[in-house]
Structure formats: C-alpha cells, structure tokens
C-alpha cells in the first residue's frame, strides 16, 4: 500500500524553464510534508517543507503547493538550474501517532538541460 | 561538525553472511531510523528507534537486527535470512519523533557476492 506516490518516474527541463513535480498521498492523518533531494551515492538532503494547515511555501527558487481536498502537493523549481539535477522525494509524516516516521514516495530524476 | 556518519561507504558480503553498517550521530538527536533504497522504490522503513532501549519495527524488518544501547548509535545488522540484502542503506535521526526535519547520512552501499 504506497501512501505517498510519484506517478513521474523522471523529468527533463530546459536551463531557465520551471520544473514541476509532484506527488500524491492517500492518508488525510498525513500533517507535515517535505521535500528531499538527492544525488547518486549520497544521503539525501532536506529542501523544504509545508505543514497541512498551510497551502503554499516559498523559499527562493522552491514553493510546495499543497492541495488537501485533493490530496496533491507539488514542488516548483524557477528558473531551473543544471545543478538542480537530482532525484527528489516527497515524504510525509504524522499518520501513525508520534513515532516521527517519514513516508517516502518513489522519487522523481530531474535533469536540466544546459 | 555535528552530523550523522554511516560506515563503511560499500561493503561486500557473501551470502549466508551476517553483516553490521554503523551509524553514528553527534547531534544529540533522540530518534533514530533506517531505510533502505531500491530502484524505483523510494525509501523504505527498515527500524526505528525515538530512544534510547527502544526500537521498533518499520514496513520491512524481516531479515534485520538493530540495537541502540547509546543516544548516538543505532547500528543495522543485515542478517542471512534477509533475501534481496542488495541495496543503499540510509540512516537518519531526529531530534525526536516530533520534529519533522531528519537528517541523514551519507548511506552504505551493500553488496552480496
């Protein structure tokens, strides 16, 4: 049963052009999303967050819209950059009590073309 | 520096061998967790433990041991009953189960041959 969902295996955009990925969840209990980004070998690093009470955050070039009713959160890159290239995954948590586990979806491989 | 430190990088095991991936953080983080990447599988929960003496298991412990005798150490052991132990190995912590932000560490790449 995948609660969190990346239905976008990979993604390619141009240097400059907006990057948009997203993701779905099918627990309501979910509270608090995030966004990872990761590359090759490496552990992955947090990027930004929202909590369920909110519908849009913005930190630079990254905003993470949520959209309960449908159960959809997004993450958008502008402008997109070639070092933006990396796997991202959306993760949520607060479903199961206070245990503080991250639910991760499958992840999605932006490349940015130069 | 504070961070969290998995070691080693790549370890090699042969089949029916039990194997232990340290991971060990100086962050004075209570929770501690262990996930494990496939392909396409995103991250999954392996253990976890929000204190000291106590762990529990996640989605997909058949296979694993833990331990977490000391705030700071939570080390994974890959045991011979686990089927498919080929994989990226990812410890993160806490600062406890409500914080919402973990850290992670920089992931064991684990090889049977």
């Known amino acids: 049963d995948q609660q969190v969902k990346q239905n976008s295996p990979s993604l390619s955009v141009q240097e400059g052009r907006i990057s948009i990925l997203n993701c779905d969840y099918t627990?309501?209990?979910?509270?608090?999303f995030l966004w990872y980004k990761k590359y090759p070998a490496e552990g992955p690093t947090f990027l930004i967050s929202i909590s369920s009470i909110k519908d849009k955050n913005e930190d630079g070039r990254f905003t993470v819209f949520l959209n309960k009713s449908a159960k959809h959160l997004s993450l958008h890159i502008v402008p997109s950059q070639p070092g933006d290239s990396a796997v991202y995954f959306c993760a949520a948590s607060g479903s199961s009590g206070n245990t503080g586990k991250l639910i991760f979806g499958q992840g999605t491989t932006l490349q940015v073309k130069p | 520096d504070g961070g969290i430190t998995q070691s080693p990088k790549y370890l090699f095991r042969k089949e029916g061998q039990n194997v232990t991936l340290s991971c060990e953080q100086n962050?004075?983080?209570?929770?501690m967790y262990w996930y494990r990447q496939d392909p396409g599988q995103g991250l999954r929960l392996i253990y976890y433990?929000?204190?000291?003496?106590?762990?529990q298991k996640g989605d997909i412990a058949e296979g694993y041991s833990v331990s977490r005798e000391k705030k700071e150490s939570f080390p994974l052991t890959v045991t011979s009953a686990q089927k498919n132990p080929t994989a990226f190995y990812l410890c993160?912590?806490?600062?406890?189960?409500?914080?919402?932000?973990?850290?992670f560490g920089q992931g064991t790449r684990l090889t049977v041959v």
């Open positions: 433990s929000q204190i000291v003496n106590d762990f």
């Open positions: 962050l004075n983080h209570d929770a």
């Open positions: 627990n309501s209990m979910f509270d608090y």
């Open positions: 993160a912590s806490k600062t406890g189960p409500w914080d919402t932000e973990a850290f």
